[in-house]
Nanobody, 115 residues
């Protein structure tokens, strides 16, 4: 059974940085894509960033230039480096992994940006 383990959330001041990590276990296959979504209070879940097994990344417009997604080659691990954080980035961040047409989700990690 595939499981995703996330880490790295927390409280940070505006302008600060955090790094999220996620590792998928329970499969011998390399995930087609891995990425991060977030849900802010009172809002719908939205895509933050996604990266393919080949290393191609895509970002939401709201985080371009501030967040960087990365993934070691042939590994089911994904990182999200978040810089210049803003209060609007406050949300629960969920790791996602997709293998063929099956989606897997982490339990979420809270990121709070506040002074």
């Amino acid at each position: 059974q595939v499981q995703l383990a996330e880490s790295g959330g927390g409280l940070v001041q505006p302008g600060g940085s955090l790094r999220l990590s996620c590792t998928a276990s329970g499969t011998i296959f390399i995930m087609n894509t891995m990425g991060w979504y977030r849900r802010a209070p009172g809002k719908q879940r939205e895509l933050v960033a996604i990266i393919t097994s080949g290393g191609n990344g895509n970002y939401a417009d709201s985080v371009k230039g501030r967040f960087t997604i990365s993934r070691p080659t042939a590994k089911n691990t994904v990182y999200l480096q978040m810089d210049s954080l803003k209060p609007d980035d406050t949300a629960v961040y969920y790791c996602n992994a997709r293998l063929r047409l099956q989606d897997y989700w982490g339990q979420g990690t809270q990121v709070t940006v506040s002074s």
